[in-house]
């Protein structure tokens, strides 16, 4: 099993970027898919998750109103729009997919697979 990560780069405060995430190797149809994100130093952190069908997403606080998560499960892929972008928002994203069926969890250890991590990196 494959989640290979893309779209990250540089970008200034205020710029919108969208990452992707294409899993290969088993279907997520019926299970939800994440987001986290790690800055140099600390620990991964939750971004935000969509459950197996789209209808449910989470955030964490400081990108509800600017990050939107989405997924089309017959690409087997999972978005994250990020707008109005922050140097705090600085980190390797990387996206996840929990094994479990039909539940939507915020916890790392909640998730099985992981991608490889892309780079986002916002200047002031």
């Known amino acids: 099993v494959q989640l290979q990560a893309c779209g990250g780069g540089l970008v200034q405060t205020g710029g919108s970027l969208r990452l992707s995430c294409a899993a290969s190797g088993r279907t ?3 299970n939800a898919m994440a ?5 140099p130093g600390k620990e991964r952190v939750f971004v935000a998750a969509v459950s197996w069908n789209g209808r449910r997403t989470q955030y964490i606080d400081s990108v509800k109103g600017r990050f939107t998560i989405s997924r089309d499960n017959a690409k087997n892929t999972v978005y994250l729009q990020m707008n109005s972008l922050k140097p705090e928002d600085t980190a390797v994203y990387y996206c996840a997919g929990d094994s479990a069926v ?3 969890s915020l916890e790392v250890n909640a998730y099985d697979y992981w991608g490889q991590g892309t780079l986002v990196t916002v200047s002031s």
């Open 28 to 30: 997520f149809g019926s």
């Open 35 to 39: 987001w986290f994100r790690q800055a």
């Open 102 to 104: 039909f539940r939507l």
